[in-house]
């Protein structure tokens, strides 16, 4: 009792997130109509890069950058608002990617890879992780790749899936096995041989991912992030993860539901406005309620991140609240689009796809709620 | 008031830490209802009615409301103080609850001065219990179509017709009626008034419902040829509608102005896990089940989304979209999750779970499964959790009305 109190976080809203909520949502609104959404779907990078341009001059990328290193000096909690708006308007760019390759840099980089790469992510430049393999473990300890010591080198073996943003990275940061035990370790762009990028086929078609197969890979050894402070990198990787995709997926679900009331309140059948029937309505307000829920989640997960204990509660908690907000509401409005929900030009199943992709880059909510289960019970 | 000093808060609330502490009542040896709605027998109600007379004379009731009707004249937030303590320290229910959390804010923000001054200091000393008369027998959530007929006749209404889930309506010496005063309105809502009206009148009686539970708490209410004043109309006549709707949200935590301390005891998962931690099912830990494990962590999240939204709610810039949306769902996400969590907790009880309330191996003496049934009281009440949809979706989202 006295344990789960204590586990339990508040919830607060800061100037700056204030403002960074005003910003981003007039820009994502003006630089991600739908239309924009759509014509991206077929293009390979997925993003428009005089947009991200744009982003990396707004500063945004150096929100939770240390001052030192060329950032703004604030925290993830700052990054929330922005991350939560992209996700309204399904505006794809390498931002969360880039965010969380910077935040381990933060936690475990050296003072000279700071120097250089949080610098440059700073001033605009893309990166991102490369976690997931092929056991799907979401335990970012339990690699498969491995890296070798050779001479003042490191080779390393092994393939990494679900990599976002690989292409416009202009590096990586991949976790590794060394010495039996896990680590970091950062990847140039023109360290990857030609063909070791492989663009999957996935279900968000508004998102990018690649496979990339490390064999024959290697790295000057002044690569390797700090050791010591790599499993608490990982684990603050984990959240920082979920609390992002949280933002992004809650957002989306404040978009399909609104989505879905347009559509409500312009169709008829019978001659009644459609979403005049309880049959319809009571589930959207459901949906609609999920939202509201998943968005005090969310904003106490940003509140309370820093902080021990609670924050990775108020974390799992947020995931798990804006999966189920987005899932049930995207799901509710392909049915309830009917026939024309159906077709591909409906957009609610970009919605629900993105929750599906979603869900499987740090967990799902089924993985969240067994931590969460170890974390309270 | 509205200026005070931080010192002055503290204070207060110290003094209400104090005083809770030194007067929250042991165990009387009997049991105590969870809820206004659950006050069964004189007992029950004796206790609960003494206990409000002595939390309002400590000044830890109405501190917010004015002075001069018998209220302490302090800003909201010392009220807020001392409600936080009476919780801390697990206060009984204050049994006045439609006086102190509809009628009263009610009479302060629209009634007369004479209305102020006759009835808010016997709302907050529980020397005037109030009951409610919105429902009847064949007009539940259909309020707008209500038939119980108010006939002028000099300076008095004469009352004919009957209200139906008349909380502590035995108990009660006012109700806060509506009543059709004009049978040949140009629409169903127009004909409708508002009445502050005596119960303790010639042709006013009540008889008690019994519960799903068994238990009593609701009476039915039958008006024959009962004069009651026409100086206790709220608004208009014809404005009854709008008084009614402006009194639910109050009921339903839309709209602020209540006198303080709580008359229903909130829903607490965090009780749920000490049922756990000691419940068996097939004969094994309940909480050793990864399927339990699971439920119990859904609880915990529905918990914090309760207590979450309550704190957003008063971070203006966290709720620009839709800033009534919060208030407006409060009663169904609570209420539901209410309902949901009791009948878990019945579910642990594994083979226990057929005992009721009275048999020596119920486990803690059966109230998980009352507090069950009894959880519909307010599913139920004070518009449905259905008509809940409609209003969220039709108010909030603009969804069409549903017909």
Redesign the interface.
Known sequence: MENLNSNLAGIGFSDEQRDLLDVATSFCREKSPMEKVRALLDDEAGHDASIWQEIGELGWLAIAIPEEFGGVGLGLAEVVPVAEQMGLHLFATPFISSTLAAQVLVKAGTDEQKQIFLTKIAGGEAATVALIEDSGNWDLGATKVSAAREGDRLALTGTKLLVCDAAAAKFLIVSVILDGAPALVILEQSDLPEGALRRETIVDETKRSYAVTLDGVSVPIDRLLDVDKTKDALAHLQLSGNLLIAAENCGGAMSVIQYTVDYLNTRKQFGKLIGSYQAVKHPTVSAYVNYEKSRSHLYSAAYSFAEQGRGEVATRMAAVQAERAISFAADRSIQFHGGFGFTYDCDAQLFRRRAIFNAALFGDEIYQKRKLAELLL | MSEYSQAELDEYANDADAWFKENTPSDPGFMLPLTFMEVGTDQQFDFLRDWQRKVYEAGFLGAAWPKEYGGGGLHDDFQTAATKAMRKHNGPILPNAIGLNWTGPLLNDIGTHDHKAKYLKGILNAEDIWCQGFSEPENGSDLGNAQLRADRDGDAYVLNGSKIWTTLGNYAKYMILLARTDQNAPNKYAGLSFILTPMKVDGVETQKIRKLTGEYGFTQTFFTDARVPTDGLMGEEGQGWKVAMQTLEYERGARGGQAGGYSMTEPDA?EI??LVRKAQRDGNPV?DDPVV??Q???F???A??I???N??GR?P??VQ?HPM??PL?SK??WTEFAREVNQFAVSMQGSKSAYYVGDPNATDDGIWTRAYLNAFSATIGGGTT?IQ??I??EH????????
Request: charged share 25%; hydrophobic share 45%; aromatic share 2%.
């Open positions: 965090f896990l000490k909480l494990r699971d119990l962590v859904d915990l999240i529905e914090q989304s207590d979450l939204n704190k957003r971070i810039d966290l979209d949306a919060l769902m169904l996400v259905q949809h409609n969220v979706g909030v989202l603009g969804l069409p009305k549903s017909h």
